[in-house]
């Protein structure tokens, strides 16, 4: 993979998520206009949008009806997912999130938040289970259009996301070819981060 695709990553996930400074979870009665971030079912596909200073960036889309054991239902995933990212955003503060990390947990594909200390992934710092290798790296162009269209993040809406899309579908092609070992060490590389 190019490495400034995930520099523009940590660069674009960390400009919209500093911005966020909540210290509670938001109420349901308040979610739209308190800090942090929330789950909006409202849409035809639900997504979890991240709110600072009363600018909503919406964050991630579950356009799949796919979701890891037990959330069956996109719409308990979208909360789950949203909850996740904002107990994640308490803990932690804005610039933890400069710690995601690609990994897997009980061998799944999964972005996560480790923490400083140990830098590995556990069951409870993951914040989005990937379905494969490949949702999992689409993820990140995914992301980054996702800010484009919104001005948001400093992401140049003229950058070429299928580029970034054709090298994911390089790096994880569908029917094989590379060993697991092969797919999990390049998924591990996806990180935005050199462990220490």
């Known amino acids: ?80 997912v949203a909850a996740k990212f904002q107990s994640a955003l308490l803990n932690n503060g804005a610039d933890g999130f400069n710690r995601l990390t690609f990994d897997y947990v009980s061998n799944q594909p999964v972005l996560c938040l480790p923490s400083e200390q140990d830098r590995a992934c556990q069951r409870d710092s993951v914040l989005i289970t990937f379905r494969n290798e490949l949702q999992g790296c689409l993820f990140v162009p995914a992301f980054l259009e996702n800010l484009a269209d919104q001005s948001a993040g400093g992401v140049s809406s003229n950058t070429d996301f299928e580029a970034m899309r ?29 462990s220490n």
């Open 166 to 194: 054709d090298l994911c579908r390089q790096q994880f092609p569908d029917g094989g070819g590379q060993s697991q070992d092969q797919i999990e060490t390049a998924f591990r590389a996806l990180n935005p981060f050199t």
């Open 1 to 80: 993979m190019n490495v400034s695709l995930f520099n523009w990553f940590a660069i674009a996930l960390g400009l919209p998520v500093m911005a966020v400074s909540l210290v509670s979870l938001p109420q349901s009665s308040q979610a739209q206009s308190a800090d942090g971030f929330f789950c909006d079912e409202t849409r035809e596909f639900p997504t979890v949008v991240a709110v600072s200073n009363g600018e909503r960036i919406d964050f991630i889309t579950f356009t799949s009806d796919w979701a890891p054991p037990p959330f069956d239902d996109v719409r308990v995933r979208c909360n789950q």
